[in-house]
């Protein structure tokens, strides 16, 4: 094996087990998640997010069942399925931004993950992982994240909108 072989191999196999150790090591996990949910929060004027172990129980129970569907609960949730990484995952989520109208502020399906990762008056997070790999439709690893208190409030003229989703 060459040399250029050899360091792609070793790149190759870092970047592996990286990604496997942030969905496998509750650590590495939680630090994934928080590290890409503040980073969004920061670039959009809100402080950052601490970590909640009764939002994570929360967010298990719900995950461990493999169905892509929200729990319907009393705190805000994003969820996703899929991705690469944890931190792909919050990304998606992210750069919902990207179509989010500040002219028009308020609540849409296709930037409600976005709007309630930068909520400005959330103050904790909890997630959970699984690998549901196909089961219940649901491909790859599944990630939920429960947000408390819940964003995306809907009503008096979006002043909600206006005052927690900074542009």
């Given at each position: 094996?060459?040399?250029?072989?050899?360091?792609?191999?070793?790149?190759?196999?870092?970047?592996?087990v990286r990604g496997?150790?942030?969905?496998?090591?509750?650590?590495?996990?939680?630090?994934?998640?928080?590290?890409?949910?503040?980073?969004?929060?920061?670039?959009?004027?809100?402080?950052?997010?601490?970590?909640?172990d009764t939002l994570?129980?929360?967010?298990?129970?719900?995950?461990?069942?493999?169905?892509?569907?929200?729990?319907?609960?009393?705190?805000?949730?994003?969820?996703?399925?899929?991705?690469?990484?944890?931190?792909?995952?919050?990304?998606?989520?992210?750069?919902?931004?990207?179509?989010?109208?500040?002219?028009?502020?308020?609540?849409?399906?296709?930037?409600?993950?976005?709007?309630?990762?930068?909520?400005?008056?959330?103050?904790?997070?909890?997630?959970?992982?699984?690998?549901?790999?196909?089961?219940?439709?649901?491909?790859?690893?599944?990630?939920?994240?429960?947000?408390?208190?819940?964003?995306?409030?809907?009503?008096?003229?979006?002043?909600?909108?206006?005052?927690?989703?900074q542009c």
């Amino acid at each position: 094996m060459t040399f250029a072989h050899l360091s792609v191999f070793l790149l190759v196999c870092a970047m592996t087990v990286r990604g496997d150790s942030s969905w496998t090591d509750d650590d590495a996990f939680q630090s994934a998640i928080l590290n890409t949910t503040n980073s969004y929060r920061s670039a959009h004027g809100a402080d950052a997010l601490t970590w909640d172990d009764t939002l994570a129980s929360y967010a298990l129970n719900h995950t461990q069942t493999c169905v892509f569907e929200h729990s319907d609960g009393s705190y805000g949730e994003n969820l996703a399925a899929g991705y690469d990484s944890p931190e792909a995952s919050v990304e998606a989520w992210g750069d919902e931004g990207d179509s989010y109208n500040c002219s028009d502020p308020g609540y849409s399906d296709d930037t409600g993950h976005f709007t309630q990762l930068v909520w400005k008056s959330t103050t904790t997070v909890g997630c959970a992982r699984v690998d549901c790999d196909g089961t219940n439709d649901t491909p790859g690893w599944y990630v939920t994240c429960e947000y408390n208190p819940a964003g995306n409030i809907v009503g008096d003229d979006n002043q909600y909108f206006i005052d927690n989703v900074q542009c």
